[in-house]
């Protein structure tokens, strides 16, 4: 390990010095790297620790799935609903995929709209807003004009600019190592 002189420690504070607070914020946890989902499962997390009152929808992911995510934050009081087909190189109905895609997003708009939730992830909702299966302007719309105390974590692969504009936080996650690619399948406890 190397040693640090204490001219490579910093002691400015890095902050701008016009910060301010909002009533709410958008986050997209985007990129090809694992962690999308668990990170946005970490803040939905810290805002049950808030005591908000806490939605999620997932857009791929089904009810017969049985994720750690899930039971965790089921026992914690948040609102889940697995609205999703599962992947879609295993679907028999591309067609109903997309049907229930349309679902998963008429449920979402109204968790949001509603406004009795102060958090809410839209899982893997990139998925179907690049396929087309939900109107990309009316998601776009929905999340800016939410209600003010409502905040949106969006995450899936390839975020499109547009979504990404009206965030207020974007984290692209990158691969550098994954099991997968080791011909190594996805863990119970770690990827689910």
């Known amino acids: 390990m190397t040693e640090r002189t204490p001219e490579d420690i910093p002691t400015d504070d890095p902050r701008p010095?016009?910060?301010?607070?909002?009533?709410?914020?958008?986050?997209?946890?985007?990129?090809?790297?694992?962690?999308?989902?668990?990170?946005?499962?970490?803040?939905?997390?810290?805002?049950?620790a808030r005591g908000w009152p806490?939605?999620?929808v997932q857009f791929l992911k089904s009810g017969t799935w049985?994720?750690?995510?899930?039971?965790?934050?089921r026992q914690l009081g948040v609102e889940w609903w697995a609205i999703g087909e599962g992947f879609t190189w295993d679907s028999e109905d591309l067609t109903r995929d997309q049907a229930v895609a349309a679902e998963a997003w008429g449920h979402a708009k109204a968790v949001i709209t509603a406004g009795d939730h102060q958090l809410v992830l839209l899982d893997e909702v990139t998925y179907p807003l690049n396929w087309g299966w939900i109107d990309r302007n009316d998601l776009l719309t929905t999340i800016r004009d939410r209600p003010a105390h409502v905040n949106v974590v969006c995450?899936?692969?390839?975020?499109?600019?547009?979504?990404?504009?009206?965030?207020?936080?974007?984290?692209?996650?990158?691969?550098?190592?994954?099991?997968?690619?080791?011909?190594?399948?996805?863990?119970?406890g770690i990827d689910y």
């Open 155 to 188: 995450t899936g692969r390839n975020a499109p600019d547009d979504l990404v504009d009206i965030a207020d936080t974007v984290t692209t996650m990158e691969v550098r190592k994954h099991a997968y690619q080791q011909g190594i399948r996805a863990k119970k």
């Open 54 to 56: 806490v939605a999620v």
């Open 17 to 48: 010095a016009d910060l301010r607070r909002a009533p709410s914020l958008v986050l997209v946890n985007t990129g090809n790297g694992k962690g999308k989902t668990s990170a946005g499962i970490g803040v939905v997390v810290r805002g049950v």
């Open 66 to 73: 049985k994720t750690g995510e899930e039971k965790v934050c």
